[in-house]
């Protein structure tokens, strides 16, 4: 299985070239690495080998005449459940599972994070089917028809494939309808934000004396001048009273971020906050007092960064002039509008008659209206430099397509693996069930009643293990959205569960095509094996 796998990754990797030249317009030349394969290699050897380890202990405790009384292998695993040896190999294939998640991480937090997501999703699929096996003998009612009640007495037989169905299946409905429930929130958010931003052209470089007349050639075209902000460089000077030395991070006894207190700052004033920032604490700025102090507002990132908040004071080196502010509110900032955002800004009095240059953003109508517009600025102010958003726009467009490529692929991936894994726990009790199917017909039951008792089954299996995947996948979705990528979440709800009703029909197609020997055989076969 490993060597498939990683022959499967090299086929992948060799045909990357040819389908990165149709969808960008670049050469890519892609370089098989032997490492990453034959780590591959170890981590499927060692996977399928912790994994196999106990039925493989459990074969120990085996007697003969178990074997030939054919006991289900459930009754087997229990009485060796709670040995030593089955205990220290769960610990050995958690622990297994947390270093796989440890290494594709970034830190071992996360590692840790991931690994117990994936236990937990286990744990309530496991929990689930064993719910549904405790309640199935409470739950038949007389009223049902027989082959109804049959099939959920197949849940809680001696033998049932219960928790290991929803278990395979819950968890590759997991998988898929997380990656969709990702996927569709972060599109839907970039997508609103970039409808959001009505520029569509912007000019920066622009000095004091060029404003106005870049203004004049924009309503002259008859566009829409949409935004315009001062930009003032400046440098952190000292917090608090505590001055800034060098690159040093340790201000006022508090470590602080060195990239905060080293970088130049290109801020702004202004009266009004913007659309794309909200207040998160404190309150915008107030009428001018006449002091010497002014108010600013932080985002709130970089304040944390900082080690500052409301109250704190902070002054600025601005081109030799020293402005001290106060922090009066914090801002939440969306960095992906195409609007100008920044890190720090003050009241106008505060920087208003320092030197500055400005930012211009206007609406055009069309693609042509936004070149002629640039071909006129620039041919006034040469020294003024413009970037058609629409490209950077269609770029993002473009990005985004791709990446909903990859994500297809890999839900489609999974489902590719689950259906083999599927496959392998209904075939995992095919000598229970053949033996119990040819029962039945020995007592009488017809080929369409079999049939219809093993359709009653699976699906129970497949709506239970689906439906408890797409609970999972929209906690987990809602979790990345929260704490990764910080978005709201909006769960799709059609999908999800389109998704449940395809991997149902999936169950009980597999349980059907597993079980299709049970047809096949004779009453005789029951009475030899009796």
């Not at 000077?237 to 001055?243: D, K, L, M, Q, V």
Request: net charge positive.
């Amino acid at each position: 299985g490993a060597a498939a796998g990683a022959l499967l990754g090299v086929g992948i990797q060799l045909a990357l070239p040819g389908v990165m030249a149709d969808l960008l317009p670049v050469d890519v030349t892609i370089r098989v690495a032997p490492g990453p394969i034959l780590v591959g290699l170890g981590v499927g050897v060692w996977v399928a080998l912790v994994f196999a380890l106990r039925p493989l202990v459990a074969l120990r405790n085996v007697s003969p005449l178990q074997a030939l009384r054919r006991e289900s292998d459930a009754s087997v695993m229990r009485t060796t459940r709670w040995a030593p040896g089955p205990l220290l190999i769960t610990l050995a294939t958690i622990a297994s599972v947390v270093a796989i998640a440890t290494s594709r991480s970034d830190s071992l937090t996360e590692g840790v994070m991931l690994a117990g997501g994936v236990g937990t999703a286990v744990l309530v699929l496991w929990g689930s089917a064993a719910l549904l096996v405790s309640q199935a003998r409470r739950l038949s009612r007389p009223a049902w028809s027989y082959t109804l009640r049959q099939g959920v007495a197949n849940l809680y037989r001696p033998g049932n494939q219960t928790r290991v169905v929803a278990l395979a299946l819950g968890f590759g409905v997991f998988l898929m309808s997380t990656l969709y429930q990702v996927q569709d929130n972060l599109l839907r958010t970039l997508n609103v934000r970039l409808e959001a931003s009505r520029a569509n052209v912007v000019f920066f470089d622009v000095q004091q004396d060029q404003r106005d007349g870049i203004d004049s050639l924009i309503r002259a075209a008859g566009h829409e001048l949409v935004q315009q902000a001062p930009i003032v460089p400046m440098r952190i000077a000292s917090i608090n009273g505590e001055e800034v030395v060098g690159a040093q991070g340790d201000v006022g006894g508090r470590r602080r971020a060195g990239w905060a207190l080293r970088r130049e700052y290109r801020s702004t004033y202004r009266s009004e906050p913007q659309p794309s920032e909200r207040i998160t604490a404190g309150r915008w700025f107030q009428e001018p007092d006449g002091d010497d102090v002014y108010e600013a507002s932080f985002e709130q990132g970089l304040a944390e960064e900082l080690g500052v908040g409301l109250g704190d004071s902070v002054t600025w080196n601005v081109q030799g002039v020293r402005v001290k502010t106060v922090i009066t509110s914090l801002r939440e900032v969306n960095w992906a509008r195409f609007e100008t955002n920044f890190f720090v800004v003050t009241e106008p009095g505060a920087l208003e008659r320092a030197p500055q240059q400005f930012v211009l953003l206007a609406h055009a109508a069309t693609p042509e209206s936004i070149a002629l517009l640039q071909r006129d600025v620039v041919r006034e102010f040469p020294s003024v430099s413009s970037i058609d958003l629409t490209l950077v726009q269609q770029t993002v467009g473009n990005v985004l397509s791709k990446v909903v490529v990859a994500i297809r692929f890999l839900a489609v991936l999974s489902l590719a693996l689950g259906i083999p894994v599927l496959f392998s726990a209904v075939s995992a009790t095919r000598r229970d069930r053949l033996r119990e199917g040819v029962l039945l017909k020995t007592l009488g039951a017809t080929r369409r009643q079999v049939g219809r008792i093993m359709l009653a089954e699976y699906a129970i299996l497949g709506l239970l293990g689906s439906l408890t995947g797409v609970l999972l996948s929209l906690a987990a979705a809602w979790a990345l959205s929260r704490f990764v990528f910080e978005t709201t979440f909006v769960p799709a709800v059609v999908p999800a569960l389109l998704v449940s009703a395809a991997m149902t029909l999936l169950a009980v197609a597999i349980g059907v095509m597993t079980g299709r020997e049970v047809f096949r055989s004779t009453p005789m076969v029951a009475l030899r094996e009796a």
